[in-house]
């Protein structure tokens, strides 16, 4: 019987493969360069990078969508409306005009009309996107704040909830049962062993949060129904906030060896130790980034294929082309759970390791 | 390009929203869960101690006993060898004390009826003497009251004693 499934599971696989190659629709991968009908980059792109509504799904040609506040900060102060004033527009067309002044959307961005680089009713219209436009601060309550904001929601009652679940002798019950392992994890695994049993204490709460956080917006992020599916840990705004702030973290608690070792390291002859210090000092820098880029590149990644995967079926334009996207999607869905997961985890664990690093106490010259 | 600008908006709200979630999960998350986690394996470590303090008690305990009931029996055999000695001695003592007084009294004994002895003798002596004195005397008299006898006797004597 384990014989036959498994025989049915690799015909199945060598049949997906021998579709992939044999369709030249998806053998060539053709871009539908001005294709209206559907193009996957467009979607693909759509779909990872934040948007000023929730949209939900298309019914009949109509767009079904969550309006979001807007917030900007104009020339002339503060101005709000919901999302929804723009009537789905994405293209520059739809003009809002709020305390005198009028605003357009494209490509997700919000523009002063008179500045938008594109569209109808542009007063100025230019050629390219990356036209440098004009644009009032946009703080507005966009899909990724908004799911930012539902993860918080969810980590708090997660959480708290959990801190609740103690009884008298400290044992827990219900779903602290569950988080206490992990929190464990971060604290045994993480915490102690890269900072140390002197000063991990002052670093846990900070660690615990950053470990959670990206992993419930990952794994949020994986999730491809509303209220979730925003690729929030995937937009490089987000991880360039906590990379910072593991980077400040690091720089502020860093001791006299930790600086020591970046511009004259010891042990070394001087040449050595002139050539060293540029790179040691960029290296400040480089950790952080790295953080940001592979959190950022991971999670937006994994969206990517899968999406491109489900793109199969309308690439190919053929019911049958769904049974290997579904297939492979739901692979490298379960892949991503992991991948979720680990990328949270390994924010953490280097965040620890840099702020160990940097309170590190050298009791010897090497 | 656009996907690696990263937006004003939602670098604030990012950074606002895990500085709140920082404070407000350390409150009352991490502190009472962190909290409970090291009281309970603070007294797991205690409940360890205490046991294994209470097993090395109990092997003190146990090496106590062995000692003192060693000692004890170290005692009642010094104390039985002892008495069996004592005994010894004593049976020895009584021995040697009973056969000096008995040879006290033997000798006293001895003594006595030597000093007896010689007072009967002496008695007996007397007794003899006097009952000698006695019997001469009442033969002397019979022997006086008759005249022919005496002559008789007289007439052998000289008879008997012939002049040479």
Known sequence: MKTTNFNLIRSLILGVFFILVANPAIAASPEPEGDSEFNVTDMIMHHIKDAHDFHIMDWDGHAISIPLPVILWTNNGLVTFMSSEFQHDDTGTVVVEKNGQRFVKYHEEIYYASEAPHGATAEKPSEGVHHEAEKPLDFSITKLVFSMFLSMVLLLLIFGLSARKYDANGVPKGIAKFTEPLVVFIRDEVAIPNIGEKNYKRFLPFLLTLFFFIWINNVMGLIPFFPFSANLSGNIAFTLVLAIITFVITTFVANKDYWKHIFWMPGLPVPMKIFLAPIEFMGIFIKPISLMIRLFANITAGHIIVLSLISLIFIAQSEWAAIPAVVFSVFISIIEVLVVAIQAYIFTLLSALYIGSAMEEHEHEH | ?164
């Open chain 2, 1 to 164: 390009m656009d996907l690696v600008t990263p937006d004003v908006g939602l670098l604030f709200w990012t950074f606002l929203s895990f500085i709140v979630l920082l404070v407000t999960l350390r409150m009352v998350a991490w502190k009472p869960m962190l909290g409970a986690v090291n009281s309970r394996e603070q007294s797991i470590r205690e409940a360890l101690a205490s046991a294994e303090a209470a097993k090395r008690d109990m092997e003190n305990l146990t090496t106590d006993n062995e000692r003192i009931l060693k000692e004890a029996r170290a005692e009642r055999e010094a104390m039985m060898k002892e008495a069996r000695e004592m005994k010894t001695k004593m049976i020895a003592d009584a021995k040697d004390e009973a056969k000096v007084a008995a040879d006290k009294m033997i000798t006293n004994a001895q003594s006595a009826i030597e000093t007896e002895k010689k007072a009967a003798i002496a008695e007996l002596k007397n007794q003899v003497a006097s009952l000698s004195l006695e019997i001469a005397e009442k033969v002397v008299k019979a022997e006086l009251s008759d005249k022919d006898k005496q002559l008789k006797l007289v007439k052998d004597m000289l008879g008997e004693a012939t002049l040479n």
